[in-house]
């Protein structure tokens, strides 16, 4: 529990600068975004922002996502190391041989689409009703990366609209939140 609370204390600055970049992307998507750090084979939301609109993910800060299944997840997955990804499929498999005989292509796919595209997704995959894009955020300063995601009704967030409009501006908004972060030259 006290890595949990620290590692969000020490991205809680990281969650503040990206804020106005996360409220923006929220109006302009009308859904929910979220900023997230890796705990463990988790991931835990250090910042989150809604829209106005009225069907909109109601998961806050604190809310922890599997890592495999989830957008967020599996956008952290795809930015972080190919010493870091073989670690955590490692962990992965010793805690369920089953599961990561499932999760394991699906991971494979996510890097093959994120080198393609730019951005992972979860569309369906974690819940039934939920579709997410996902980008990595390497700040640079040799941390593991955090995740942006845009998340949403399956029903909404599909096809051109998720896939272009939104992930366009996802990947904006990450490069903003990075340049922003650098250009503050924030420290630990």
Same mark, same amino acid.
């Given at each position: 529990?006290?890595? =949990?609370?620290?590692?969000? =204390?020490?991205?809680?600055? +990281?969650?503040? +600068?990206?804020? /106005?970049?996360?409220?923006?992307?929220?109006?302009?998507?009308?859904?929910?975004?979220? =900023?997230?750090?890796?705990?463990?084979?988790?991931?835990?939301?250090?910042?989150?922002? !809604?829209?106005?609109? $009225?069907? +909109?993910?109601? =998961?806050?800060?604190?809310?922890?996502?599997?890592?495999?299944?989830?957008?967020?997840?599996?956008?952290?997955?795809?930015?972080?190391? /190919?010493?870091? $990804?073989? *670690?955590?499929? #490692?962990?992965?498999?010793? #805690?369920?041989?089953?599961?990561?005989?499932?999760? #394991?292509?699906?991971? $494979?796919?996510?890097?093959? @689409?994120?080198? $393609? !595209?730019?951005?992972?997704?979860?569309?369906?995959?974690?819940?039934?009703?939920?579709?997410? +894009?996902?980008?990595?955020?390497?700040?640079?300063?040799?941390?593991? /990366?955090?995740? *942006?995601?845009?998340?949403?009704?399956?029903?909404?967030?599909?096809?051109?609209?998720?896939?272009? @409009?939104?992930?366009?501006?996802?990947?904006?908004?990450?490069?903003?939140?990075?340049?922003?972060?650098?250009?503050? @030259?924030?420290? @630990?």
């Amino acid at each position: 529990m006290l890595s =949990l609370g620290f590692s969000v =204390l020490t991205n809680f600055e +990281i969650g503040r +600068i990206a804020r /106005p970049f996360m409220e923006t992307l929220a109006e302009h998507t009308q859904a929910a975004i979220s =900023l997230g750090v890796r705990h463990d084979l988790s991931m835990v939301y250090v910042a989150h922002c !809604r829209s106005t609109a $009225r069907l +909109i993910l109601g =998961l806050d800060v604190g809310t922890r996502l599997p890592l495999a299944e989830t957008a967020m997840g599996r956008a952290m997955w795809c930015c972080a190391s /190919p010493g870091m $990804r073989a *670690l955590l499929g #490692q962990r992965l498999q010793a #805690q369920d041989a089953e599961r990561w005989a499932r999760q #394991q292509p699906a991971l $494979r796919r996510a890097e093959a @689409d994120y080198a $393609r !595209r730019g951005y992972a997704c979860s569309e369906s995959e974690w819940e039934s009703d939920i579709a997410a +894009i996902g980008v990595g955020i390497d700040i640079g300063d040799g941390r593991e /990366p955090l995740a *942006l995601t845009v998340g949403g009704p399956a029903t909404r967030l599909r096809g051109t609209l998720l896939h272009e @409009d939104f992930a366009a501006a996802l990947k904006h908004t990450g490069r903003e939140i990075v340049d922003a972060i650098q250009a503050a @030259d924030w420290r @630990d």
